[in-house]
């Protein structure tokens, strides 16, 4: 089976046929078009910036005219906001850490500990900009606690896995938690149920590497955590439970 392609990346000197080549090419599968471009994004810049954008027709585009080069210094935390938000629009299920979710919802970002108050802020905000179900990862209820919160903007129902904190940082925990917890939904699993299993998977890797003491750098052993985590999968989806 050939493998589905997710995302086109075109780059090259300017005037070479790049927006005309990535309008083609949206047609074609279909897909959106994200600018890259240091200087589209700025409203009334149009000569010698290559925005074409009579070549675009019906092709959805992002991040262009959308600052003002009188009043803004676009940067790259201003990119990556507004990309972020820009894919999250079109997204069924975000997975922000608490940090990612300060900076795409515009909401001052407060180290820990994070209050219920402040949690539902950033949620509020991630549900403006349009996905169904949204995890926070990285919350601190206190200093000794870390988890991960989740609102299901559907139902409005909240569920939350927290667990003992453990010193320092632990590299691609969050690249395995969307990747279980998104999982699971695509399947038909609760919002719930997704959690805790994608919250176990996550927790145990981290405690296999702990425990080993494996250099930070290596990441954690979710391989060595996957037994179980079929086990859970198994779980959710037997008809006897």
């Not at 139902?155 to 969050?174: I, P």
């Not at 690249?175 to 998977?201: H, K, M, P, Q």
Request: charged letters at 25%.
């Amino acid at each position: 089976m050939a493998e589905k392609i997710k995302t086109v990346v075109i780059t090259g000197p300017t005037a070479t046929g790049k927006t005309a080549l990535a309008v083609k090419l949206a047609r074609l599968f279909p897909a959106e078009i994200v600018s890259v471009d240091s200087r589209q994004v700025y409203r009334g810049m149009d000569i010698g910036t290559g925005k074409d954008l009579d070549e675009y027709g019906e092709v959805p585009y992002h991040l262009i005219d959308i600052a003002d080069p009188q009043r803004e210094v676009y940067n790259l935390a201003r990119f990556l906001r507004d990309a972020f938000r820009a894919l999250f629009a079109r997204a069924h299920v975000v997975t922000p850490n608490i940090t990612e979710a300060a900076l795409l919802t515009g909401e001052e970002y407060r180290p820990a500990p994070h209050d219920a108050e402040y949690v539902d802020k950033l949620f509020c905000g991630l549900e403006r900009l349009g996905p169904k179900v949204a995890a926070i990862t990285g919350v601190h209820p206190s200093t000794d606690e870390i988890g991960t919160v989740v609102r299901d903007f559907g139902t409005g129902e909240s569920y939350a896995a927290m667990d003992s904190a453990l010193e320092g940082v632990f590299y691609g925990t969050g690249d395995i938690f969307a990747s279980a917890f998104a999982a699971l939904l695509v399947r038909g699993a609760g919002a719930g149920r997704a959690l805790e299993a994608a919250s176990a998977l996550v927790r145990e890797s981290i405690e296999r590497s702990f425990r080993r003491d494996t250099p930070r750098p290596w990441g954690v052993d979710f391989e060595g955590a996957l037994p179980a985590y079929v086990r859970r999968v198994e779980a959710i989806f037997s008809p006897s439970t």
